[in-house]
């Protein structure tokens, strides 16, 4: 999940963030395939034994006779010789994240111990055909950030650029209403009809998990089990909370900072210091200067709380640690690393890669069931980051984008009975802890796990593979909730104080 305006989430873009097309089908009925290609998105090792190649699907099902999309699809043979008959299917968060930069790990990935894995490729992402990319959104942001922008314009310049992108694909002949999670998941149990798949696993992660609740929902009959890493259910309004979520999620690194006695000795009241100053920076913004290092000239930033808290929305697990010593910095006016954070804003806008497929599902799923007095509440609620909107996209953004709302039931929790396993990090401002404890009432065949101390995305944590351990267990075993040895020795964390 990402906003657009302020600083620590326009990192967050530039950290994780071709068109072609197989438009025009003349023919009265049409029936997915997949072809094999030698061309790859990526060069995989040459000892990873893998098939890649396309699914080809209508881009609207209700047009047989409409336009078709190509959707890359690896398929990763497994390093065992006896190998478990039940694959297991990848695709990432977002919305609007490519999942074919995995490809290039797979070494990594203890699932291919057991089983084939399959990475598969979302509608509208970076290396599907076509992929709505929003050049127009980028440069957007990079306007928006520049330190002599005008912020009462800057609602205008996400508005055009919205209506220039979206004119432009629609030129291109693409339908913006196909882009939604519930034709993601009818792409996928399409793909496993066409390669004969029986049955089979899903892993997901932040935006997919919602993926795999329409799947175990609408087509559940060949899903073995689900783990979904970091939760996003169908009926929580991510809109109305961000900023909440995001300030509990500080208030519990707060509370193991002061429950180690060598982090509180280093720095004592740090939470009541770090709250005073981002309220009082967001009434008197903070003056900072950094150079240009495109002309070498000092331009000068004016940084509100809202800003200046992505020191702990921007950071990963790995972060953690450091996080009160670099508040502790801030405090006493050591702005190193919010310099280093600035320099950013003066790179060239990238292309907007997925963008419009972002918009898409945002403003078809998300914008029409938010409460937008809820959103100006939440905007206004808390004086440290006052003017900190907790909505992805405006509404006026997905007003200009004009795609349609999807049926109700996609915004309402599923009930299944397919074995599934929530993983959460305990620190995860974006899925909160809380979000998958709500979804074991009605998953009557899941589990929970809770990774002490980490963010966003555990199964993803390369310096610690444990959640990818307790994944792959569970996969093994999807009728116990996986505890494997590592998970045991995880910690609070041993917090640098000098």
């Not at 793909?191 to 998990?209: C, Q």
């Amino acid at each position: 999940m990402m906003k657009y305006l302020s600083i620590g989430n326009l990192l967050v873009i530039i950290s994780l963030f071709v068109f072609s097309s197989s438009f025009g089908q003349n023919t009265k009925t049409f029936s997915p395939k997949f072809k094999k290609s030698k061309k790859t998105t990526h060069k995989i090792k040459r000892e990873q034994q893998y098939t890649f190649g396309y699914l080809e699907v209508l881009e609207n099902r209700d047009k047989p006779n409409g336009n078709t999309i190509k959707l890359p699809v690896y398929i990763f043979k497994s390093r065992s010789k006896n190998p478990k008959p039940d694959p297991i299917l990848y695709t990432v968060g977002g919305p609007g994240y490519t999942s074919m930069r995995a490809s290039k790990y797979m070494q990594y990935y203890k699932y291919l111990d057991d089983r084939d894995f399959i990475l598969f490729e979302q509608r509208g992402t970076q290396y599907a055909q076509p992929s709505l990319d929003c050049p127009e959104w980028s440069k957007a942001i990079y306007q928006a950030n520049l330190p002599n922008s005008d912020p009462t314009k800057a609602d205008s310049l996400f508005q055009n650029a919205a209506k220039e992108c979206g004119e432009r694909l629609r030129n291109n002949g693409i339908d913006l209403n196909s882009y939604t999670t519930n034709e993601i998941a009818a792409d996928i149990n399409d793909l496993m009809s066409v390669l004969e798949i029986e049955e089979y696993n899903l892993l997901t992660m932040s935006y997919s998990t919602k993926i795999g609740q329409v799947l175990i929902r609408d087509y559940p009959d060949k899903i073995r089990s689900v783990v979904m890493d970091s939760p996003l259910p169908l009926e929580v309004n991510y809109d109305e909370e961000s900023v909440s979520n995001l300030l509990e999620s500080l208030d519990k690194l707060f509370i193991d900072c002061e429950s180690d006695t060598n982090c509180n000795n280093a720095f004592p009241n740090i939470k009541s210091r770090f709250l005073a100053y981002l309220e009082e920076k967001t009434n008197n913004p903070l003056e900072v200067q950094v150079e240009n290092p495109k002309n070498g000239k000092i331009e000068t930033f004016y940084l509100k709380g809202e800003d200046l808290i992505s020191v702990i929305s921007i950071a990963n697990t790995e972060d953690i640690p450091n996080i009160p010593f670099e508040i502790n910095r801030i405090l006493n006016n050591d702005l190193s690393s919010v310099k280093e954070q600035l320099q950013y804003l003066f790179r060239e806008p990238g292309d907007g890669i997925g963008m419009g497929m972002r918009l898409s599902v945002w403003c078809a799923e998300e914008i029409p069931f938010n409460s937008q007095e809820k959103i100006t509440t939440e905007t206004n609620k808390y004086p440290e980051v006052k003017g900190l909107s907790p909505a992805v996209f405006d509404k006026e953004v997905c007003d200009v984008w004009g795609v349609k709302k999807v049926s109700e039931i996609e915004n309402m929790a599923v009930t299944s009975d397919v074995p599934v396993l929530l993983i959460s990090g305990e620190y995860d401002e974006l899925t909160p802890v809380k979000w998958a404890n709500s979804m074991t009432h009605n998953l009557t065949n899941s589990y929970h796990l809770i990774f002490k101390a980490w963010k966003h995305g555990p199964t993803t944590n390369w310096s610690n593979p444990c959640a990818m351990q307790a994944a792959n267990d569970f996969f093994n075993n999807p009728t116990m909730k996986p505890n494997p040895e590592c998970f045991e020795q995880i910690k609070s964390p041993e917090f640098r104080t000098e």
